[in-house]
């Protein structure tokens, strides 16, 4: 599975060059780990209301999500990375469109796993 709705496995054959099953394997494991991560410290920076480093999460997720052409899941970590006040009208809905679409990328990871 190159492509599927969520990602795209063959960027990281753009971003890295030709690389062999295995070290593709261990790219995406690595990154999944990497998004587990960060959206756990989404979830405790939202809890504790600390905009600041939220924001900054925010972003560095949006540029790991460019290396499996996670596009959807990138698109709603900048829309994250936006955010101006988690009382603004439409964070909440923002929110779980990220999760929804966290879910369904993660989904699509373990697939592409499974198949390659």
Not at 22 to 51: H, W, Y
Not at 67 to 93: H, V
Not at 102 to 109: G, K, S
């Amino acid at each position: 599975m190159a492509e599927s709705n969520f990602i795209n496995t063959d960027e990281i054959d753009k971003i890295f060059g030709r690389i062999d099953r295995d070290e593709k394997i261990q790219t995406i494991v690595d990154l999944a780990k990497d998004f587990v991560k960060k959206r756990s410290e989404l979830l405790r920076l939202k809890n504790e209301m600390d905009l600041d480093n939220f924001k900054l999460i925010s972003h560095s997720l949006k540029s790991n999500c460019r290396y499996i052409g996670a596009t959807a899941l990138s698109q709603c970590s900048l829309t994250l990375e936006k955010t101006e006040s988690f009382n603004e009208d439409g964070f909440d809905n923002h929110w779980q469109l990220f999760l929804s679409t966290y879910n369904n990328t993660m989904n699509d990871i373990k697939l592409s796993l499974q198949e390659l």
